[in-house]
């Protein structure tokens, strides 16, 4: 009788045990279901969301720096101005002169390179959370000024000639080389890795030579000069080969590139126009009143007259509508306000 009891007891605790052990099982199994469904659902909400923007359209929006958009508060402040002005975008630093890369990169060379520095704690949630209110969002890359990659990689930066250590201009920055495959493909990743972060766009700034500082003391091949613009072209076609089909990617430029469409100048720093039109969606001088030089359209101080500069600079974009129409639709000016 003791035996059928103590067997009795046994099961009832062994089938209570397989209980609990089932319940747990099918909660991880809900769990795990519940988390694809949910990345599914916000992975197809976003292609969804981009569609909206496939083609052309009239981009109006803010640009916020990376600790900004961590700052649950202050974005929400940006949105809420945003949504009663009838914008539509939204820039976010993702890589800035620092360096840093604003989040969690899974990319190989940034964990290689230790450049990460999480300002943003959930990029995606963020992304997502602009897409659920039909706002298209730009991840901006700063490629060439870097502070971070020369210290690391020295081989990779534009050198002093007369240091042999990387170059610096005048405010103490330095500058990766543009002719290097490593830092293309490096910025290509970054790039590829925000478009499955959810980005619609990505937004490349500093893709240029240096115009500040000593750079007579740069470490240039023979010939430099006559061909920046050709160097810088080849980072447009590479970047367009590896990137035309994950998403939409622009470019910007100085304000006075619009200045030169109708010569072949580069400004020296190997920026033209007309070279990255055919490779990228959008271009967008920055035509910023306080950034042109005293005497420019005769006025003394061109900051103090920001509808004549930034007429004087539209009105130059007529060149680009008559040499090739469709490409007026990708000239996207960035206007100041600081």
């Known amino acids: 009788m003791n ?4 067997t009795i007891k046994y099961f009832r605790i062994s089938w209570f045990f397989l209980f609990i052990l089932s319940c747990f099982v099918f909660f991880l199994y809900f769990l795990s279901l519940s988390s694809s469904l949910e990345i599914k659902t916000k992975r197809d909400l976003n292609l969804a969301l981009g569609n909206k923007f496939a083609e052309p359209f009239y981009a109006k929006g803010f640009y916020v720096i990376s600790w900004t958009a961590n700052d649950e508060k202050k974005i929400n402040q940006l949105i809420k101005l945003l949504k009663e002005n009838n914008f539509n975008a939204l820039v976010i630093d993702i890589k800035d002169v620092s360096g840093k890369i604003a989040y969690s990169s899974q990319v190989l060379q940034v964990k290689q390179w230790q450049t990460s520095e999480p300002k943003i704690k959930d990029i995606k949630k963020l992304v997502y959370h602009l ?3 039909d706002i298209y969002a730009i991840a901006r890359i700063a490629v060439l000024e870097d502070a971070i990659l020369p210290n690391v990689r020295p081989d990779l930066a534009l050198k002093d000639k007369y240091t042999k250590e990387p170059w610096h201009d005048f405010k103490g920055m330095t500058w990766l080389d543009p002719s290097s495959r490593e830092v293309l493909d490096y910025h290509v990743a970054l790039a590829k890795e925000a478009f499955d972060l959810g980005f619609d766009e990505v937004n490349f700034d ?3 030579f240096p115009s500040d500082g000593k750079i007579e003391n740069i470490a240039y091949q023979d010939n430099i000069e006559k061909k920046k613009a050709e160097i810088i072209k080849n980072v447009f076609i590479y970047f367009n080969q590896h990137l035309k089909d994950e998403g939409k990617i622009s470019i910007d430029f100085f304000g006075l590139t619009l200045w030169h469409l109708d010569n072949d100048s580069d400004m020296n720093i190997g920026q033209r126009l007309i070279d990255a039109l055919p490779y990228f ?4 001088p920055m035509v910023y009143p306080s950034h042109y030089p ?5 006025l003394k101080n061109p900051a103090e007259y920001p509808y004549e500069v930034i007429s004087a600079n539209l009105k130059k974009m007529e060149l680009v509508k008559e040499k090739r129409p469709d490409w007026a639709l990708k000239i996207r000016p960035w206007l100041q306000a600081f």
Do not use: Q
């Not at 035996?3 to 103590?6: G, H, S, T």
């Open 131 to 133: 897409h659920l209110l």
């Open 281 to 284: 969606d959008y271009a967008c």
């Open 3 to 6: 035996n059928l009891i103590k």
């Open 206 to 208: 500093y893709l240029r």
């Open 294 to 298: 005293s005497g420019f359209l005769d």
